[in-house]
């Protein structure tokens, strides 16, 4: 197969979605082209889950109907799980946050368990990771035409509902209850690692033996590069414009998530406010990391892990990920300094001067 096909299936206002997403500057991986490329692969992309998706097949079956079923698939998900009030009047969790204080939503069996592994990871970081962060999301308004910094009293009486312990899950009736009015799910750290792994899955049964499917950066790879060698991704310096990568990381089969401060942010009064929220707080976080990205064999793991690591800061996020077998992540702290888990081993090569290892 040797043919190069790229297109557009969007039905979402493209043009504000595309300049949301270029400016939020999501795209923080580079992936790095191999020189001995025999064939090209098989290429769709789309404007999905806030960000620029594209899912490139190198190897076993290309067949254009199976890049879109996967690609359907990614659109499913933003269809039932987007709180975006600016591309949805109604998703089922609108519903569910539309609802609160007031009855439970039946939702599909999917959104139902993205939220439990949501709360899983939500218990198990101490609420660093926080399904129930979108009232604060709502207030601060980060990416949106309303982002603003709130006052103090506004944060104050946000924070008691932003309570993931409060959510009710009622696997029998397949529904969500939030008890308190005001509250409301958000499952934008997590979402996009789900639904790689949703859209990995159709391409993995279809046939398909090497793939790179990179979601705004949220990189995941089927198989090795054609040539046998490992997919090899660059990853973004966080103070740089986007061509600029402190380091590479050789992996295959696996998928890399990277969460940091510069995605999407507003600056006021020289301070930079930023996308990833601290509900101990109430503001951006701010636990001396720049960025955080992990290495794994799920990307819902390595999403949600993201996200939170980058609220707990290098102790914390050093013993989560140390605990978790199969997961390694690479921190880097607002001083330039690069730390690794002790798995990583020779797969990530650090190639910026500007930046040190440290133990
Ligand atoms: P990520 O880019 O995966 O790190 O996720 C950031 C997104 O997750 C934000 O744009 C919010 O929608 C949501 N979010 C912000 N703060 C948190 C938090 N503390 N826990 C869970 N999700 C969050
Ligand atoms: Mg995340």
Redesign the pocket.
């Known amino acids: 197969m040797n043919r190069y096909i790229s297109w557009e299936r969007r039905t979402l206002p493209v043009h504000r979605l595309l300049v949301r997403t270029l400016a939020a500057g999501t795209l923080f991986v580079l992936v790095l082209a191999g020189c001995a490329r025999t064939t090209e692969p098989v290429v769709v992309d789309d404007l999905l889950l806030g960000t620029y998706v594209r899912i490139a097949v190198h190897g076993g079956t290309t067949e254009r109907p199976l890049l879109d079923a996967a690609m359907d698939r990614v659109a499913e998900v933003e269809r039932k799980m987007s709180v975006s009030t600016a591309d949805y009047e109604e998703t089922e969790l609108l519903r569910v946050n539309r609802a609160a204080g007031q009855e439970p939503i039946p939702v599909s069996e999917e959104t139902l368990e993205v939220v439990k592994a949501a709360l899983a990871y939500s218990e198990a970081t101490g609420g660093?990771?926080?399904?129930a962060?979108e009232p604060?999301?709502s207030l601060w308004g980060?990416?949106t035409d309303d982002e603003r910094v709130p006052s103090e009293l506004e944060i104050e009486a946000t924070l008691p509902l932003v309570d993931y312990s409060a959510v009710v899950v009622d696997g029998d009736a397949g529904s969500l209850y939030l008890p308190e009015e005001g509250m409301g799910l958000?499952v934008?750290?997590?979402a996009?690692g789900y639904a790689a792994d949703e859209a990995a899955a159709i391409l993995r049964d279809g046939g398909v033996t090497s793939a790179l499917l990179d979601f705004g950066g949220n990189i995941l790879v089927i198989g090795e590069k054609p040539d046998g060698s490992a997919w090899r991704v660059g990853i973004q310096r966080p103070d740089a414009e986007r061509a600029a990568y402190l380091g590479i990381l050789s992996i295959r089969d696996a998928t890399v998530?990277t969460?940091g401060p510069y995605?999407?942010f507003f600056v006021q009064d020289e301070v930079r406010y930023h996308?990833?929220?601290?509900?101990q707080t109430g503001f951006p976080?701010a636990a001396g990391l720049e960025q955080v990205t992990i290495v794994a064999e799920r990307s819902i793991d390595a999403?949600a892990l993201?996200?939170?690591c980058?609220?707990l800061g290098l102790g914390r996020a050093t013993e989560l990920i140390e605990a978790r077998p199969g997961v390694e992540a690479i921190f880097v702290d607002t001083e330039g300094r690069v730390f690794l888990t002790s798995g990583i081993g020779t797969d990530f090569e650090l190639t910026d001067a500007n930046y040190t290892l440290s133990d």
């Open positions: 660093a990771f926080n399904v962060v604060l999301v980060i990416g958000d934008g750290g997590i996009k998530v969460s995605e999407r996308h990833i929220l601290d509900s976080a999403d993201s996200t939170a980058f609220v």
